[in-house]
């Protein structure tokens, strides 16, 4: 695979260049306790003190600007561009409209805000609308992955979850029936540990700026679907220091927060691979990926650092960010403020500091990034592989991904996310 003997050269590269010329030189270069200084200004703070102790030691490979935006296809980017004063930010909510029309876009494809200017009131927002527009276009998928929890003992908590999504906006392919009037949908179902096989969850996201997710939950002790409660984003999952919106880095609607732009730097991002890998077609809608999986010390003996540190499969690229503040306008909802870090060109978010109600700091995440492109530059996707939630007052972690294989699905079956579904497995 391309990706294995990517990550194979890197590790040559990185072996034979000296790691404290490497920042210098513009060549993949080790950042680690004995530099940590070259890392000031490219990490958070938080990160940056685990550097400084020995706790992360980061692997760092730069890239060609133009190559790393060639990660979204050429059809991506024409329509981007001519997105250019389609869309606005509606009165009152961070909400997506037409111009023309003032209404919600049935469907849109591309950025809907390719240029951003910093200094416009609504630059937050219409940066964090960016991000799903990103993320949408690869259409649909799935993925077998594992959640684990991690202390300084190691791995405490082990979870085996298979998830699948579809998106209704942002596609490729353009528009497809959507008579629910849904931006996507997406099952999860757990398969380890043992009490909780077969537990699967159904969720919907409407259209529209004001309603909540729409959850659905299947218990097989019970035989019944029951109605869930989807407001409780901010809740850890499992007992792990990982919580419901950690997914990409945030998994809620835009609609959720008032983001407000606080300013703009350059960080190192945490990715599979810099640039987009080939898709495998494996039937006439269907694509494959397979991913070299990603080790950490906590399994890996004789590894030095902190048990989550990934050591294997990763790899950090500089890149310019905005940096932008969201505030959830749930009064239940448990953080005061989130810092997110997102890629000022493909719109993806890195990192991410959360504050608690309080308003201290007390947890970040890494959200480490593939892309996938097939032949002929008209289809790509951007994937999300892996976060890492580290909650640094309880000095504990957890990893949600980490898959080693991922399909692309551009035409589900239309009752595929379904109750039916939910109800009689996968």
Same mark, same amino acid.
Request: with cysteine.
């Given at each position: 695979m391309a990706r294995l003997y990517l990550v194979s050269v890197v590790m040559a590269l990185l072996l034979a260049q000296p790691a404290s010329s490497g920042a210098q030189e513009g060549k993949p270069w080790v950042l680690s306790a004995n530099n940590w200084q070259e890392g000031t200004d490219l990490l958070p703070e938080p990160v940056l003190g685990r550097v400084k102790n020995g706790q992360y030691t980061f692997k760092v490979v730069p890239v060609d600007p133009v190559k790393f935006r060639a990660n979204y296809s050429l059809k991506f980017w024409q329509a981007s561009q001519a997105n250019e004063g389609k869309y606005a930010i509606a009165d009152g909510v961070c909400g997506l409209k037409e111009v023309a029309t003032g209404k919600i876009p049935a469907f849109f494809?591309?950025?809907?805000?390719?240029?951003?200017?910093s200094a416009d009131p609504q630059a937050g927002c219409k940066i964090a609308w960016n991000f799903p527009a990103a993320n949408f276009q690869g259409e649909g998928g799935g993925a077998t992955f594992t959640l684990n929890g991690i202390d300084e003992g190691g791995e405490f908590r082990h979870l085996k979850v298979g998830g699948e999504s579809m998106a209704f906006v942002g596609r490729h392919g353009g528009p497809i029936?959507?008579?629910?009037?849904?931006?996507?949908?997406?099952?999860?179902?757990l398969y380890e540990p043992q009490d909780a096989e077969n537990v699967s969850f159904l969720?919907? &996201?409407?259209?529209?700026?004001?309603?909540?997710?729409?959850?659905?939950?299947?218990?097989?002790?019970? &035989?019944?679907?029951?109605?869930l409660n989807a407001a409780s984003r901010s809740d850890s999952i499992a007992g792990?220091?990982?919580f419901a919106d950690d997914g990409n880095c945030y998994a809620g609607k835009v609609e959720y927060f008032n983001w407000k732009l606080v300013g703009e730097r350059k960080v190192?991002?945490?990715?599979?691979?810099?640039?987009?890998?080939?898709?495998?077609?494996?039937?006439?809608?269907?694509?494959?990926?397979?991913?070299?999986?990603?080790r950490a010390v906590y399994e890996t003996p004789g590894a030095k650092g902190a048990p989550w540190l990934i050591i294997d499969g990763l790899v950090y690229v500089p890149r310019d960010v905005y940096v932008v503040e969201g505030e959830s306008n749930d009064p239940e909802y448990n953080f005061s403020k989130v810092i997110f870090y997102f890629d000022k060109e493909l719109f993806q978010i890195y990192w991410k500091l959360v504050y608690n109600r309080a308003g201290e700091y007390f947890y970040n995440a890494a959200c480490g990034h593939h892309w996938a492109k097939n032949a002929d530059d008209t289809y790509s996707a951007a994937v999300n592989n892996v976060v890492i939630g580290v909650n640094d007052k309880t000095n504990r972690a957890a990893f949600g991904g980490r898959y080693t294989s991922q399909f692309f699905e551009r035409s589900f079956p239309s009752d595929r996310f379904s109750l039916h579904t939910l109800s009689h497995g996968d």
């Amino acid at each position: 695979m391309a990706r294995l003997y990517l990550v194979s050269v890197v590790m040559a590269l990185l072996l034979a260049q000296p790691a404290s010329s490497g920042a210098q030189e513009g060549k993949p270069w080790v950042l680690s306790a004995n530099n940590w200084q070259e890392g000031t200004d490219l990490l958070p703070e938080p990160v940056l003190g685990r550097v400084k102790n020995g706790q992360y030691t980061f692997k760092v490979v730069p890239v060609d600007p133009v190559k790393f935006r060639a990660n979204y296809s050429l059809k991506f980017w024409q329509a981007s561009q001519a997105n250019e004063g389609k869309y606005a930010i509606a009165d009152g909510v961070c909400g997506l409209k037409e111009v023309a029309t003032g209404k919600i876009p049935a469907f849109f494809f591309g950025l809907p805000f390719p240029k951003i200017d910093s200094a416009d009131p609504q630059a937050g927002c219409k940066i964090a609308w960016n991000f799903p527009a990103a993320n949408f276009q690869g259409e649909g998928g799935g993925a077998t992955f594992t959640l684990n929890g991690i202390d300084e003992g190691g791995e405490f908590r082990h979870l085996k979850v298979g998830g699948e999504s579809m998106a209704f906006v942002g596609r490729h392919g353009g528009p497809i029936d959507n008579p629910q009037n849904l931006r996507g949908t997406g099952m999860v179902f757990l398969y380890e540990p043992q009490d909780a096989e077969n537990v699967s969850f159904l969720a919907k &996201r409407e259209n529209d700026w004001t309603s909540n997710d729409k959850v659905w939950g299947y218990i097989p002790a019970t &035989r019944r679907v029951r109605r869930l409660n989807a407001a409780s984003r901010s809740d850890s999952i499992a007992g792990m220091d990982i919580f419901a919106d950690d997914g990409n880095c945030y998994a809620g609607k835009v609609e959720y927060f008032n983001w407000k732009l606080v300013g703009e730097r350059k960080v190192l991002a945490p990715v599979i691979g810099p640039y987009a890998l080939p898709m495998q077609p494996v039937g006439e809608t269907r694509f494959k990926i397979d991913i070299p999986y990603m080790r950490a010390v906590y399994e890996t003996p004789g590894a030095k650092g902190a048990p989550w540190l990934i050591i294997d499969g990763l790899v950090y690229v500089p890149r310019d960010v905005y940096v932008v503040e969201g505030e959830s306008n749930d009064p239940e909802y448990n953080f005061s403020k989130v810092i997110f870090y997102f890629d000022k060109e493909l719109f993806q978010i890195y990192w991410k500091l959360v504050y608690n109600r309080a308003g201290e700091y007390f947890y970040n995440a890494a959200c480490g990034h593939h892309w996938a492109k097939n032949a002929d530059d008209t289809y790509s996707a951007a994937v999300n592989n892996v976060v890492i939630g580290v909650n640094d007052k309880t000095n504990r972690a957890a990893f949600g991904g980490r898959y080693t294989s991922q399909f692309f699905e551009r035409s589900f079956p239309s009752d595929r996310f379904s109750l039916h579904t939910l109800s009689h497995g996968d």
